[in-house]
């Protein structure tokens, strides 16, 4: 299983980005998807995480409001949009995917991890 992330950039306070999380070597709707990131100095945090089904979403509290995740199984990929966004949100996101079931807030409960694509969020 391959995970892939794209869409990040640079972008002003207050701005938006959509990122994409693309699959490919599995079965898309087996797996939860999760998103977390990781700023310099700083350990990874939970961001949100989405069920096979897409029936159920998680937020972090810092992102609630802000970000939503949603997944098309028909494209094998699932999209965090990030609304408003602060320069606290400037990190490398990943996406991981999960088949177990598992503790959707805790990174090792994935299987699977993309590279990261780097949020940065000037002020």
């Known amino acids: 299983v391959q995970l892939v992330e794209s869409g990040g950039g640079l972008v002003q306070t207050g701005g938006s980005l959509r990122l994409s999380c693309a699959l490919s070597?599995?079965?898309?709707?087996?797996?939860?998807v999760g998103w977390f990131r990781q700023a310099p100095g700083k350990e990874r945090e939970f961001v949100a995480a989405i069920s096979w089904s897409g029936g159920s979403t998680y937020y972090a509290d810092s992102v609630k409001g802000r970000f939503t995740i949603s997944r098309d199984n028909a494209k094998n990929t699932v999209y965090l949009q990030m609304n408003s966004l602060k320069p606290e949100d400037t990190a490398v996101y990943c996406c991981?995917?999960?088949?177990?079931?598992?503790?959707?807030?805790?990174?090792?409960?994935?299987?699977?991890w993309g590279q990261g694509t780097q949020v940065t969020v000037s002020s």
């Open positions: 991981a995917a999960d088949s177990a079931r598992g503790p959707v807030r805790v990174a090792r409960t994935y299987d699977y």
């Open positions: 070597g599995g079965t898309f709707d087996d797996y939860t």
